[in-house]
């Protein structure tokens, strides 16, 4: 006979021969409580322990033993496991509980651990004044929100946000990824912000018309002149100019890093008429005053020029 309920009760036994005699024994039974297994295991996310709490409980007596079985080939006694499972996953958790005379209950109840988001994201390093923008290769099975730290006091919660840093500098990007199971992720990875070059270039200068002057810019890697008309190579740091009248040239530099910056210089042109004439010249084919050159008379088309023996 299987008892519901604890407690006592009297069994008689009767017992009648083939002749109709009788007797009759009465003795009685304690049928003791079993314990009521009972925990919680809540779910949890990939590289989270799982913390139970064990809910047993007892009518009387004590509850002696708590044997677990995590479902992953490990096992425990302590009342209040922690167990951290390597791999996401539905697992079942076994609680076996045995009382102080040796009763005996069990429950098992099914906990799982979700695959949570791994953050990471891509950009390139720019220069000031440059618009970054921040690539999100997150990886994720469920709807994902992000949380962007750009380390200048704000912040982002666009997928693949563009962002501009005022001051040069390196910016520690911070990515937060949670999950709607509330699993989450963050990765933080350093950006630099480079300054402009700065550039050196000759002051504003005058000269006269017709002649050259050597324009010089420093602080780059590579230059860029502007206009280009009156230059021997607009494509050097030191090209020579030959301005007809007053220009303004601007500068293009830009440094290892591949940033830009502009400055700019102005040539004055005076129609003073300078020319600068020798007044010696021996054609004797000795490498010496061969030729008769006056600089800057091209700059005067209309000109006559009279040539005079020592007579």
């Given amino acids: 006979h299987t008892y519901t309920v604890d407690t006592s009760y009297f069994v008689t036994l009767v017992a009648t021969s083939s002749s109709s005699c009788v007797d009759s024994s009465t003795k009685s039974i304690l049928i003791y409580p079993n314990p009521k297994a009972n925990f919680i295991a809540p779910d949890v996310c990939e590289g989270f322990p799982t913390v139970i709490t064990n809910l047993s409980s ?13 479902g992953d080939g ?11 499972y390597l791999n996401p996953s539905k697992y079942s958790i076994t609680l076996i509980t045995t009382s102080d005379l040796g009763c005996i209950d069990d429950t098992t109840i099914i906990t799982t651990v979700t695959k949570g988001p791994i ?13 970054a923008l921040f690539t999100n290769i997150t990886t994720t099975n469920l709807t994902t929100s992000f ?9 982002s919660f666009v997928h ?21 199971l509330g699993c989450s992720d963050s990765i933080t990875k350093p950006i630099i912000v480079y300054d402009l070059p700065s550039i050196k270039t000759i002051s504003d200068s005058t000269i006269s018309k017709g002649l050259y002057i050597n324009l010089w810019a420093k602080g780059g890697d590579a230059y860029v002149w502007t206009p280009t008309e009156s230059l021997d190579n607009p494509f050097i740091e030191n090209p020579n100019a030959h ?16 940033c830009v910056n502009y400055d700019s210089l102005t040539v004055f042109v005076n129609n003073d ?10 054609p004797n084919d000795n490498g010496k005053n061969d030729f008769w050159v006056i600089e800057n008379i091209e700059t005067y088309p209309e000109n006559k020029v009279y040539v005079y023996d020592q007579s």
């Avoid at 693949?160 to 709607?180: C, M, Q, T, W």
């Fill in 58 to 70: 007892i009518k009387s007596g004590t509850i002696v033993t708590n044997n677990w079985n995590f």
């Fill in 160 to 180: 693949s946000p563009e962002h501009n840093f005022k001051k040069f500098g390196v910016y520690s990007v911070k990515l937060i990824a949670r999950d709607d």
């Fill in 74 to 84: 490990n096992a425990s006694l302590i009342q209040n496991p922690i167990h951290e």
């Fill in 147 to 155: 949380i962007w730290n750009f380390d200048d006091s704000t912040s």
């Fill in 119 to 131: 953050a990471n994201f891509t950009f390139n390093d720019i220069c000031i004044n440059e618009t």
């Fill in 273 to 282: 008429y300078y020319v600068n004439i020798y007044n010696v010249i021996t």
């Fill in 243 to 258: 301005p007809l009248v007053t220009t303004k040239y601007e500068v293009e530099v830009t440094d290892n890093k591949g």
